[in-house]
Every structure is written in structure tokens, then in C-alpha cells.
């Protein structure tokens, strides 16, 4: 099969095609040229006004709920979301049932993957049952096709555990993945600890509960001298500390989500349950905070933290109500909305997650196997429920208006178009 994608603005850092404007002609899934103008009647036309191109881009931190919980989402669903969020790679993580543990779920997801239109990468627990206790079995896991370890929503609270986890993937140079939260801190908070969380009689989260784990983290990381992944970070402090260890050139990197940069504790107000998370939502000062710290490289990519929930775990009081919400299909559009610029959304996701998961970079040129993104960074749209494609659908950004939309992904001979 052939596709002509027509006039579009290639972003593309490491292409030298990067900033042009070109045609470009894919034949079975490899790119066969890249012109000025190439005509190809037989091809299936991509063209729209304002059209951009980039390497695929890549989500570490998405729950697939399967197996176990596949009424909230499955593989297939999962991949069609993340595809329509523009997204050729994503990393999900091991929180299912039973939990990513051992070779032979890591197994199952592989071959049950194959044929998608999106790269699954599974994040392999690295706990037993991810319950804090005992190590598991990471090498097989690796050798299996586990991509990178944490324990996913589950934080790691031993620090000894933690110490022998980053040692133990240095024999393979993996990367340990960490949701910081220190649960001694606050644990039965619900949302930020703060002026809002008093007035509406929520009990609360201190940010400490955030940056002592940050804070020990990296020193573990230090000593071991292996790397460490933030994911999910959410406030000032937290970014000082990360900034800090990288300067003094500690193996740190960090991630944080699109809705930290977009929402803040005051969204609470009305005690929306789609906007409980963890970490929990902060001051406008942490927002402002996180979103320069995207801009001047601190932050090394965007995580989607796409955590779907039924209706059951949401349409309820917000102290009964579940975690998360979901967020493949919109992170693109978030982002942009948060003043992001669109180069700077472009390298943090197709060439910085894959400069610290270890994922091959992809190449933008003739004779490469395809693996597109397409996207308009100017192009308005409204989040409808009925449009979206995860099968669940606990998202605040419902009936948001946004600029900039994802088009489709070009994922070697799979193709996935947004009507």
C-alpha cells in the first residue's frame, strides 16, 4: 500500500529534513522519498492545511488494565487510544491482575500485542505482587521483554529494596521507574494539603510526602550510580532537588503529566472525582512552576499517566472514588494549551523517552521503515465523549476546547487515521 502525505511541516530534530516542508511517499511501510512535490495517483492521500509531521512518539506510564481488568480498558482499546493520541510506542505498567511479575505475563503481553497498530513495552514489577516485600525475578522479566521496572502505582517504600533493585539493573543497563510518594506522609490524604483541601474538608497530602521520597531516591541513585526515572513529579521543590542531582551528575531523569500542568487543587471546587489522582494536583505556584521547568529541559518528557477507571469508581462520593483518569487521546492537546512549544513537545517525546528507556530512535529519511506521527498544532477541536476511543471514559477534559489536534499515526504498514 501506498501513502502520499502532502505539504507537511517536518519537526524533526535529528532529520535533515527538519523545518522543510515536503512531500513524503510511503510504500509498505518504509519510506520510499522525501520531495518537494511528488505525485503517486495510486496512493492513499494525506493533506490537510497546517499538516506536521514527526517521529513517533513514545508514552512511559499508561495502564492497560490487562489482564484482569479488561472492563476498563485492554490491549486493543489501549492501543487504539494511544494511537489516536498520536502515540506509536507506550509503556504500560504492571499494576494488573495478576500483577507483571514474573516471564509469563510479560510473555503474554508481547505476543498478545503483536499485530497492533501501537509498540507495547511492558514495565515489569519490581516487587512480588508489587507489594514492597520481596524482589522479583527482574532478569528473566528483562530477558522476557520487559522494557524498564517499577513498581507502577505502587511506590516503592523500602528504601533497601529500592538500593538493590538499582543495582541489580545495572547487569543490563535498565532504568527504574518511581511514583514518588512517601505513604508515611500524609496517608490518608486525598488531594494537596492546603488552604483548599481545608476549606473543603478533604483530607490532605503534603508536598513533603512528594519530595522526601524524591530527596532519597536520588541519593540511592547516586550511590548505586544506575538510573532512576521520576515519573509523575508535581511540585517546585521536587524539580530544585531533580535539577540539583543532575547538575552534579546523578543518572536522574523525570517525567510529569498533563494534567499537573493544566489543573491545579483549586479545580476541587466542585469535587470532580476525575481530577483525584496521585500525586495530587498542587498550588498554582507548582503548576507555574512545572511548566518552565518543561521549557527549560528540567523536565525531560510528558507522561500521559492514562490510569482508566469505570463508572462505578468515579460516579461516587470523591473519598470512595478511584485514582486517575484517563489521558492518551489528550496529551498532545493539554500540553500545547499549557504554552508548550510544539519543537520542545516533539523532543521530549520521540527522542528523550527513548534516550532514557533505551528505545531505538526511529529515522525521518528515505529508505526508513515508517514511524510517523501526524498532528496540526493549530488546529481547533472540542473533547467529545461519544469520540473517545479508550473504553473508559473518566476524563475532566470533556467538552474542553483545544488547539491542536493529533491527525494519525504511520506505524510501518499500520496506518490509524482520526475521522
Known sequence: MKVLIKQAAIICPSSPFNGQVKDILIQDGIIVSIENIISANDSLLIEQKGLQVSLGWVDSFAHFCDPGMEYKETLETGAAAAAAGGFTDVMIIPNTKPVIDTKSPIEYIVQKAKGLSVNIHPIAAITKNTEGKELAEMYDMHESGALAFGDGTASIQNAGLLLKALQYVKSFDGTVIQVPDDRTAGAHGLMNEGIISTQLGIPGRPAIAEELMVARDIMLSKYTESKLHFTGVSTEKSLEYIQRAKVNGALISCSTTPYHLYFT????????????????????????ALRKAVAAGIIDCIASHHQPQNTDNKICEFENAGYGMIGLETVFSVVMSTGCTVERFVEMQTINNRNIFGLPLPSLSQGAK????????????????????????????????????????INGDKIVLNS
Open 265 to 288: 487543587d483549586d479545580d476541587l471546587q466542585d469535587y470532580d472525582t476525575n481530577l483525584k489522582v496521585n500525586p495530587p494536583l498542587r498550588t498554582k505556584a507548582d503548576r507555574e
Open 370 to 409: 515508517a514511524c510517523l506521527t501526524l498532528f496540526n498544532s493549530n488546529e481547533p477541536w472540542v473533547l467529545e465523549e461519544n469520540k473517545i476511543v479508550s473504553k473508559s471514559k473518566n476524563s475532566p477534559f470533556i467538552g474542553k476546547a483545544f488547539k491542536g489536534k493529533v491527525i494519525g499515526i
